[in-house]
């Protein structure tokens, strides 16, 4: 049985075609061994090394070997020794550049082997014909035509065209327009070089227009590094940016269902979030709109359904259920958004009731929000985007009856700090949005359990600063008012700057 074991684990050959010629029984080797050791042995390459590796062709070593023999052979110059058919063109090549191209580098040596056997058998003919006569001289280089059929339409002949540049030069510009195309070259080709490139410039391209097409060539091949940068960017701009333009519509359901679990999402509150859904899926059901819509209009047409039942419960609706379950609906606790909630006819009347049922316990209780546990993942979320212009800059939030001061300040060129202060209602200018139909708590201290974070980009990455999450009880009379200080050193702008918190029981 050991015997038996040990014939199985070692290598398998067969017998194949008329010559009995040996070769393995790889999928990936289409080659066979007779083919390879004759190649090896024009090229002095050792043939037990190629066996290692046999799918690759020793592809590297093949090219050193062919730059040798071309310029010790004095028949190095401008003209083309390789054809390439493709895309209805001839492209004219050459062999020590298009061996950056594991494509074209297989294709080159696959009518290489076969142009040796054909030059081969026509030289037996001639030495037949003429066993003692003059055999005229062969020219030294021979141009090689080789082709490939490319099916994938996003590979236009212009950014094939550009792909075969790269061959020759490093520093080719690209745009956005023809990125992709230029990209999907480079994937056929196996031009790795290339390929990166197009990866890099468009994670550094990310805007609302570009988003969408970027996401989906990073899904198509599989290139985990710029669907990362996709849902990183769209994290951080979803609502400030991207809400505000058409080009919301053309985000794909994947990736925002995505942004929208992702812990780094970026909001101003979860009222603002909402209604950047709203309008998604406003788009999403009026393909003809062309312009960003205003809210109310947005609010008239989810109005407009039959009030049977809410608009998540209908046929339209119920697909995009799991987007807005993702919300933070206990985070809306302006007593005029409830109501809009309310009206709208879009949420099943549970979570309107659940959500309601929360507040008044909350309220009841002093603001202890005793059904929010997990600061990560319920907890309430504001933001700050502090721009360029900034030196100081601040918004004020009042949640039961609590009124806080979330704010950003400049000290030079490259240092930010970030905090939030507890302030007294009578410190608000009246009449102020955030103190209209509040109430009041006249609590001296109240518990908070927060965190606060910030991100920019710098150079095509993402800087992030955060605290921990902190403890702490908030007072009016300093130093007990004002939260920990999130000091950070940095170049980039604007900053987002989060603030997360939940009332703890106390």
């Known amino acids: 049985m050991k015997m038996l074991n040990s014939c199985r684990t070692r290598l398998e050959r067969r017998i194949v075609g008329a010559t009995n010629r040996w070769r393995f029984p790889q999928d990936h080797f289409c080659g066979d061994l007779l083919a390879l050791s004759q190649m090896c042995n024009v090229l002095n390459v050792d043939l037990d090394e ?16 062919f730059s040798e023999n071309i310029m010790n052979s004095g028949t190095q110059s401008g003209e083309a020794d390789v054809i390439l058919e493709c895309l209805g063109f001839k492209w004219e090549l050459h ?8 494509t074209l580098a297989k294709l080159y040596l696959t009518a290489l082997i076969q142009n040796m056997k054909s030059s081969q058998r026509e030289l037996d003919k001639v030495q037949k014909a003429h066993p003692s006569g003059k055999i005229k001289k062969r020219s030294p280089v021979k141009k090689i035509i080789i082709s490939m059929r490319i099916n994938d339409p996003a590979v236009t002949r212009v950014a094939f065209a550009l792909a075969l540049k790269n061959l020759y030069m490093k520093e080719v510009e690209m745009t956005v327009d023809n990125v992709l195309g230029v990209l999907a070259s480079a994937h056929i080709l196996q031009f790795n070089r290339l390929f990166q490139k197009c990866v890099n410039m468009m994670m550094n391209r990310l805007a609302p227009s570009t988003i969408k097409n970027f996401y989906l060539a990073g899904c198509k091949y599989e290139e985990e590094q710029l669907t990362m940068a996709c849902e990183k960017w769209l994290a951080m701009n979803l609502v400030p940016l991207v809400g505000t333009q058409i080009h919301l519509r053309q985000i794909p359901e994947p990736l925002l269902y995505k942004v929208l679990k992702s812990p780094r999402l970026f909001t101003f509150s979860e009222f603002h979030l909402l209604k950047t859904l709203l309008m998604w899926v406003y788009l999403q059901m009026n393909c003809k709109v062309q312009m960003v819509p205003i809210h109310e209009t947005i609010l008239a047409f989810f109005n407009s359904f039959p009030k049977k039942c809410c608009f998540l419960e209908q046929d339209p609706g119920q697909n995009w259920m799991p987007l807005f379950l993702c919300l933070r609906l206990h985070g809306i606790t302006s007593g005029k958004d409830l109501e809009v909630l309310k009206h709208i006819n879009f949420f099943p009347e549970s979570w309107l009731v659940r959500v309601t049922a929360n507040h008044y316990h909350a309220l009841e209780s002093g603001g202890n929000m005793v059904h929010l546990k997990d600061l990560s993942t319920q907890a309430m979320r504001f933001g700050l985007l502090f721009r360029q212009e900034y030196t100081t800059y601040s918004e004020r939030i009042s949640i039961y009856g609590y009124f806080f001061e979330i704010k950003g300040i400049k000290h030079d060129p490259t240092s930010y700090s970030f905090s939030m202060q507890r302030i007294k209602h009578t410190d608000l200018e009246c009449p102020s949005p955030v103190c209209e139909h509040s109430t009041i708590s006249l609590r001296s201290e109240r518990l908070v359990k927060y965190e606060i974070q910030a991100q920019t980009l710098v150079d095509g990455r993402w800087q992030e600063f955060r605290t921990n999450q902190i403890m702490q009880k908030f007072g009016f009379i300093k130093p007990g008012c004002k939260s920990h200080v999130l000091k950070i050193q940095t170049v980039g702008i604007p900053i987002y700057a989060s603030f997360a918190f939940i009332f703890p029981a106390s």
């Open 95 to 102: 062999h020590p550049q298009i061996f950056q191209s594991g």
């Open 50 to 65: 190629a066996l290692k590796n046999p799918d690759r062709l020793c592809i590297s070593k093949f090219q050193k070997l």
